[in-house]
Nanobody, 123 residues
């Protein structure tokens, strides 16, 4: 089992920045990588970014490329999502998730999920 806890969400003005954290515990060594997803009201959960534990290889959704950066600290079993140049359309509940393998993009690939943290971008 793997437990995931997100933190760092909040209210920010357009153009601002936030850093989300996802602390993982349990059998994290058995998982291949971590992903961040988001879900806005009335919309499906969508992939944002992913990173492998071992090599630190990253992948991003086109909508956040150049603005968001995913990173990990293996010693702390923590994954981060640095979000810059935030836009109102980035408003959503952000979730981190852990997977063993398979494609990065489908939510169904992921075996474990955190409870989510709200990010609101508004003036």
């Amino acid at each position: 089992q793997v437990q995931l806890v997100e933190s760092g969400g909040g209210l920010v003005q357009p153009g601002g920045s936030l850093r989300l954290s996802c602390a993982a515990s349990g059998r994290t060594f058995s998982t291949y990588g971590m992903g961040w997803f988001r879900q806005a009201p009335g919309k499906e959960r969508e992939f944002v970014a992913g990173i492998t534990w071992s090599e630190g290889a990253t992948v991003y959704a086109n909508s956040v490329k150049g603005r968001f950066t995913i990173s990990r600290d293996n010693a702390k079993n923590t994954v981060y999502l640095q979000m810059n140049s935030l836009k109102p359309e980035d408003t959503a509940v952000y979730y981190c998730a852990a997977k063993y393998g398979g494609s990065w993009y489908p939510a169904g690939t992921y075996a474990y999920w955190g409870q989510g943290t709200q990010v609101t971008v508004s003036s």
